[in-house]
């Protein structure tokens, strides 16, 4: 999570901490998801959000998309290899609609601008609908 972004949606966050959770695999149709992969990795950020701060990003992503999060228990592994249990949210539907080219663009300026593998900007930057 960007603390950019967030601020965008209300929520002011101080601290963000680089990480990745293995097992899992991200896809953008049309909003970002994660599912089960035995192989992938997913790369992002853990913060500390209050549960009323939680509930006002998730609320929005339901009233305007439609998507309902749900929390699931990971474990996330920070650059300085701590290993850390933390709740992640995950779409409990999937919708094929491609997904907007500036959400797309703003995620992956996310990911690099929290330095991770260049390849995982790229990757998210496969979901771009085609011109």
Known sequence: ?????????GVAVTD?????????ELVVRPRVNLHRSPTGTVFGSIAQLSDGDVAKLYAGLQSTFGLTYLPTT???T?????RREVVCYIATARDPSPADPRYVA???SCVRK???PEWYA???ESFMPAA
Do not use: F, K
């Open 106 to 108: 703003e995620l992956a």
């Open 16 to 24: 963000v901490t680089p990480a990745s959770v293995a097992g899992l």
């Open 1 to 9: 999570m960007d603390p950019a972004v967030l601020r965008a949606h």
């Open 74 to 76: 990971v474990t996330a």
């Open 122 to 124: 790229r990757h998210i």
């Open 78 to 82: 920070t650059r300085r290899g701590d």
């Open 114 to 116: 929290l330095d991770h």
